[in-house]
């Protein structure tokens, strides 16, 4: 079924409707078949709060999740910096910073190491590597030992 107009609740031609539905009319449409010609109305039947994000992430977040975002560990919190160099967190020298993508760093329970607009400043880190052997596997490895 064709639809041929769509009118708001608010605009002219949907008074009558918005009489009889009041605040719940959303809009009045026009649809045309081969034999026929109807007017439906869009209503709103149930409301509810709309429910909250989940904590520590917001929508924008999950869509961005897969984005780095860069963390700035202390030095001396060698447990941090191991946990994030066995989930292939990304050293830039330049900064001073790791750099995880940020649905890892809400999942790993980072959030508050994140340093919000870094990532558009580094330039010394290529994030789309894909380098994912460990680093005794790896020949790019600076500090692999010839011979083994």
Not at 68 to 87: C, E, F, G
């Amino acid at each position: 079924m064709k639809v041929i107009r769509t009118i708001g609740a608010h605009q002219p031609g949907a008074q009558k409707y918005r009489a009889a539905y009041g605040e719940n009319l959303i809009a009045v449409r026009y649809r045309q078949d081969k034999h026929r010609r109807l007017i439906t109305v869009e209503l709103v039947v149930d409301a509810r709060d709309a429910p909250e994000p989940p904590r520590g992430m917001t929508t924008q977040d999950e869509i961005n999740a897969h984005f780095p975002v860069a963390l700035r560990v202390r030095y001396d919190d060698n447990t941090t910096r191991q946990l994030i160099k066995r989930h292939n967190a990304k050293w830039s020298a330049q900064q001073k910073l790791w750099y995880l993508p940020r649905g890892l760093v809400h999942a790993l329970n980072l959030a508050h190491l994140i340093v919000e607009g870094a990532y558009g400043a580094c330039t010394d880190v290529d994030f789309y590597a894909e380098d994912r052997r460990p680093p005794t596997q790896n020949p790019h490895y600076p500090y692999r030992k010839k011979g083994y």
